[in-house]
């Protein structure tokens, strides 16, 4: 079965700048689009970008956008997500799960599998 291994995260300061890595313990970003999701304290989780498919730029949730990057690594089974400007908002587990090409743009997280245990990015004030 794909494991997906998150990583990179760790505590910061307002301002700084992160970058997460997704390894993939398969070929699974080779059929389905890898993804981030984020879950803060006491909130849902949610979505914050997918890799984008065909001719389409990947996709970034509102309040990232312009401050969050997704990309593949030169081995494809690693994903990154380079967070920059961060602020104590951005406090959460991150997560990388991924989804069918078939449901390109659909942000909810029962399109995305497997989730794995995600890493924790904490954004001190």
């Known amino acids: 079965q794909v494991q997906l291994v998150e990583s990179g995260g760790g505590v910061v300061q307002t301002g700084d700048s992160v970058r997460l890595s997704c390894a993939a313990s398969?070929?699974?970003?080779?059929?389905?689009?890898p993804g981030w999701f984020r879950q803060a304290p006491g909130k849902e989780r949610e979505f914050v970008a997918v890799?984008?498919?065909?001719?389409?730029?990947?996709l970034y949730a509102d309040s990232v956008k312009g401050r969050f990057t997704i990309s593949r690594g030169d081995a494809k089974n690693t994903v990154y997500l380079q967070m920059s400007s961060l602020e104590p908002e951005n406090t959460a587990i991150y997560y990388c799960p991924a989804t069918p090409f078939s449901k390109f743009g659909r942000t909810p997280t029962r399109d995305f599998r497997p989730w794995g245990q995600g890493t924790q990015v904490t954004v001190s004030s």
């Open positions: 398969g070929r699974i970003f080779e059929s389905r689009l």
């Open positions: 890799e984008g498919w065909c001719d389409s730029s990947p």
